[in-house]
């Protein structure tokens, strides 16, 4: 039996029991989520709570001012608020507490700061797509797109040996990042098109679920353009994107990807740093 073979029951064990293992939604961001399904809510009441955690409330202000979400600074917490809305708050207050994972023992730093940056990309590179193609609900199809890869950083943080090499981690990582990436979106309560898309990863095109083939494969396209253009792991062999099924599957051109190309970097690089 291999190295991954030997680690991959173990990673299956922790998950069986990922309410220990598994990283909780900090606090401030399950009450913030809570608030948020209230279609009325008070946005000054939102404000107060974002107000309680002074490094959540730094990084809505800096999120809001970034080249993603606005066209100036913002340096005020209530403008933040007000300027992101109640969608484009909860995606981030899950890309928040999602970033945590990003972050943990160095042995490991430099894959997890490239899984990392697939998700941003993923998230980013969806919300884009999903504009230029005129789809509703961007933002929950950032959310979408931002955790498809994010079950890579939740096998990370389940894999703490510093004694294994970095291909025995990538393997397990492979095996086992969809399953995993079931287990936080269960812990964390998230949306259907979250659980819908990470599938994808399993069964490919052809085992997304009825209704959800135009939003996974938005998603699917944006994933594997962003390791296209160099913000993800590379294709061996390289990937021209507009070849991809998923692109036809939505009606991607090949002017929509160099759009996508020339934003995408700069947009990602802007949103990582203001995450910090």
Excluded at 100 to 108: Q, T
Excluded at 178 to 203: D, G, N, Q, Y
Aim: net charge negative.
């Amino acid at each position: 039996m291999d190295a991954v073979e030997t680690l991959v029951p173990l990673i299956t064990k922790a998950l069986a029991d990922s309410e220990q293992s598994l990283p909780a939604l900090p606090k401030v961001v399950t009450e913030l989520m809570q608030m948020l399904d209230d279609p009325d809510v008070d946005l000054r009441e939102v404000t107060r709570v974002v107000k309680l955690d002074p490094a959540l409330s730094a990084k809505v202000v800096g999120v809001a001012s970034s080249a993603l979400f606005s066209r100036s600074p913002v340096t005020d917490i209530g403008r933040a608020v007000s300027s992101l809305g109640t969608r484009s708050l909860r995606s981030m207050a899950v890309t928040l507490a999602a970033s945590l994972l990003a972050k943990g023992r160095p042995h490991v730093k430099e894959l997890r700061a490239a899984y990392w940056k697939h998700c941003l990309a993923t998230g980013i590179g969806t919300r884009l797509l999903a504009r230029h193609l005129g789809e509703r609900d961007v933002e929950q199809l950032f959310l979408a797109g931002l955790l498809f890869n994010v079950g890579k950083l939740a096998v990370l943080h389940l894999v703490n040996r510093e004694d294994l090499e970095r291909e025995v981690i990538e393997g397990a990582v492979g095996r086992m990042h969809a399953e995993a990436a079931a287990f936080l979106f269960h812990r964390w309560s998230l949306p259907k098109l979250c659980v819908r898309a990470v599938r994808a990863h399993r069964w490919g095109l052809e085992g997304i679920e009825e209704g959800y083939e135009r939003q996974v494969g938005l998603i699917v396209l944006a994933s594997e353009a962003a390791r296209a253009f160099g913000l993800g792991p590379p294709h061996d062999p390289p990937l021209d994107v507009a070849q991809h099924p998923a692109a036809a599957l939505i009606g991607a051109s090949e002017v929509h990807l160099a759009d996508l190309e020339l934003e995408l970097e700069d947009l990602v690089r802007d949103l990582e740093a203001y995450l910090g």
